[in-house]
């Protein structure tokens, strides 16, 4: 069964980094594009970022283009998500994903199969 495993989370003051990682269990990790998405209370899911584990090609949403980075290490199956110059309009749920399938672009939620509990990151004045 597949498992993602997002770390990483917590709260931090506006300005400052984090980095969430997530590690995919039981899961063929090559070749795969992986995303990461976020949710805000009362708002739907978003792409923010993606990676394929192969080519290394990577997609950002522009909300977060310039201040987020994403990156993988295949050696661990795992995937990280640099997180710089936070804002309050960071603050949400986030959430990996894998599983990828043409449907709605890396970035599009309907597009992935496999998703992570999710964590929480909040981003205070």
């Known amino acids: 069964q597949v498992q993602l495993v997002e770390s990483g989370g917590g709260s931090v003051q506006a300005g400052g980094s984090l980095r969430l990682s997530c590690a995919a269990l039981?899961?063929?990790?090559?070749?795969?594009?992986l995303g990461w998405f976020r949710q805000a209370p009362g708002k739907e899911r978003e792409g923010i970022a993606a990676?394929?584990?192969?080519?290394?090609?990577?997609a950002y949403a522009d909300a977060v283009k310039g201040r987020f980075t994403v990156s993988r290490d295949n050696g661990k199956n795992t995937m990280y998500l640099q997180m710089n110059s936070l804002t309050p309009e960071d603050t949400a749920t986030y959430y990996c994903a894998a599983g990828f399938s043409f449907v709605g672009g890396v970035l599009g939620p309907t597009s992935y199969t496999y998703w992570g509990q999710g964590t929480q990151v909040t981003v205070s004045l």
């Open positions: 039981q899961y063929t990790y090559s070749n795969k594009w």
């Open positions: 990676i394929h584990t192969g080519a290394g090609a990577t």
